[in-house]
């Protein structure tokens, strides 16, 4: 017995070191092992086809040596974000096709860095400094016999949170495939001529982000090249009112204007205009506008496909049209809304939601109408009905988060909690007079009226008989002697 538990744990120990070696003849014969003890692999994480450089402390860009013994690791994915670089130099033919340069204080590139990177579909250079000199140059790729020097594969650049005031106007003629842009956080103030001429080239542009560039108008003639332009991102901007070269986007289906300064949606002011007709937009943010006080009749009318509406945290938002989405049909006779599935409107100024607003609530998915100052009266008594089974059916106790805060006697009860009781809420008008307290105001003239009249009757007999002679007042028998016997003494003026 013991012989046989000997030979065996011989057995297993002996396979564990053969297997060992197995792994170590593995390791030396396996080109990818290799490339690990290169340079760039010492210093970072490289595994899965995936090298992780970022956070090292890193102060040198790897040189085009080091970069070149990565080549049996197929790289594809490279993050160099958060090192400390400066300057950025070429690099060596490489798979990659994702390239992370973000927060590497990057102030300049050398031309043709990434030449021989084919495969290169995203590059990330936001959070860095370049500056207006930044040189088209820098995106030069191989000669093609259809495009000029191109990147071929570059879909998706961001040059984010730069130091851009102003692009140069040939900045991307290397990478006229790119799909997605993000100028977002640049000191760009106006769409200047260079800058509109470099952006308009990028004909296949799906994607644009122009968040915080300080921007207080869109420029004529910015979006007209853009026919597939599907998402744009204006938001946090100095935009007065809705820009009217929007029209030009015929296929846009997203639209963040987020953060700007638009008072007022009114299609009928030139200051303010509301939407152009956007067929295709399926989403349009406006949230944290700090000025947004109302939307007019009309103003959302041109978004007939709309599907996602948020319109949260505008404290001055108070007032919202009942037709603000409806959209006179050809006639003129009937009106059509938009489909809306999604309807975001949380913590502004409203006091009520028309009912006439959407056409179909039941038909949305998701809908937060939380932390609105709320008058529970009559005129929301269908929120009560209707609305408050619609929000709990979306998002279970949901309806929890509408609360009353007008009229006084209705304040801090929940819509859910009058729903629960059943409660039919009185009429209050719009100046916030209550009837039934005009009621009794009313009451109260009348009888202070009806009391008076006989008491005021009493007064002027006891005073006509002269009972108030004895403290200084006449009855005015009285006073009629006293201007007759007067009389005589003022008559000699013959
Ligand atoms: C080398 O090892 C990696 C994993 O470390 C493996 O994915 C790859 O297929 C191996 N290559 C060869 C040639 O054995
Ligand atoms: C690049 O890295 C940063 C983190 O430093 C990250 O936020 C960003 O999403 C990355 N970009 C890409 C394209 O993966
Ligand atoms: C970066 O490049 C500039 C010129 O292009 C040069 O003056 C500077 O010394 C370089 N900085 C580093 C850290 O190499
Ligand atoms: C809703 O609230 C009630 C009472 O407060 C609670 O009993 C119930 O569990 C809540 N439902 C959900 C889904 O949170």
């Not at 030069?140 to 570059?154: A, D, H, K, T, V």
């Not at 200051?271 to 067929?279: A, H, I, V």
């Amino acid at each position: 017995m013991a012989k046989v538990i000997l030979i065996f744990i011989i057995a297993v120990v002996a396979h564990g070191v053969f297997s060992l070696e197995d792994d170590t003849v593995a390791e030396v014969v396996n080109s990818t092992d290799v490339a690990m003890q290169s340079g760039i692999c010492l210093k970072c994480i490289c595994k899965d086809g995936k090298v992780d450089c970022s956070s090292q402390g890193l102060t040198t860009y790897f040189s085009k040596e080091e970069w070149a013994a990565l080549k049996d690791f197929k790289p594809t994915v490279v993050d160099m974000s958060d090192n400390s670089f400066e300057n950025i130099t070429v690099m060596a033919e490489l798979p990659i096709e994702i390239l992370n340069l973000s927060r590497c204080g990057i102030e300049s590139i050398e031309f043709a860095a990434f030449r021989d990177l084919q495969d290169m579909r995203v590059l990330d250079l936001s959070h860095n400094k370049l500056t207006s000199s930044l040189s088209p140059h820098v995106f030069e790729g191989r000669y093609s016999p259809q495009l000029y020097e191109p990147l071929m594969s570059m879909e998706v650049l961001n040059l984010g949170y730069n130091d851009l005031h102003s692009l140069n106007s040939d900045l991307f003629e290397h990478l006229s495939q790119l799909t997605v842009l993000d100028l977002s956080g640049n000191p760009m103030t106006t769409i200047d001529y260079r800058t509109l001429i470099s952006i308009s080239s990028l004909s296949l542009l799906k994607v644009l982000r122009l968040r915080s560039c300080q921007l207080t108008e869109v420029p004529e003639k910015f979006l007209h090249t853009f026919r597939n332009l599907e998402r744009l991102d204006l938001s946090d901007n100095l935009l007065a009112g809705v820009p009217e070269e929007l029209e030009e986007s015929k296929n846009l289906l997203y639209l963040n204007l987020n953060q700007n300064p638009i008072r007022e949606l009114d299609v009928n002011s030139e200051e303010y205009p509301g939407f152009p007709r956007l067929r295709k937009l399926k989403e349009l943010h406006m949230c944290n506008m700090p000025i947004l006080k109302k939307i007019g009749q009309g103003a959302l009318a041109g978004l007939e496909n709309l599907e996602k509406l948020h319109l949260s945290f505008n404290p001055q938002l108070t007032y919202i049209s009942p037709k603000a989405l409806a959209r006179p049909d050809d006639i003129g006779e009937n009106y059509d809304w938009p489909m809306v599935k999604e309807l975001y409107m949380k913590s502004n100024g409203l006091s009520e939601l028309d009912s006439r607003l959407l056409s179909r609530w039941d038909m949305l998915t998701a809908i937060d109408v939380s932390d609105n100052p709320f008058m529970c009266d009559c005129s929301t008594q269908w929120m009560v009905d209707t609305l408050v089974p619609i929000v709990d059916k979306v998002k279970p106790n949901a309806s929890k988060a509408m609360v009353c805060s007008e009229p006084e006697e209705m304040r801090g009860f929940t819509m859910r909690h009058v729903h629960d009781i059943k409660r039919t809420m009185r009429c209050v008008d719009k100046y916030g007079h209550r009837p039934e307290r005009d009621g009794a105001m009313l009451m109260g003239t009348l009888i202070g009226v009806l009391l008076a009249v006989p008491i005021m009757m009493g007064v002027i007999l006891l005073w006509k008989r002269g009972y108030f002679a004895f403290i200084g007042f006449r009855g005015p028998t009285e006073v009629s002697r006293a201007f007759y016997k007067r009389a005589p003494d003022n008559d000699n003026f013959m």
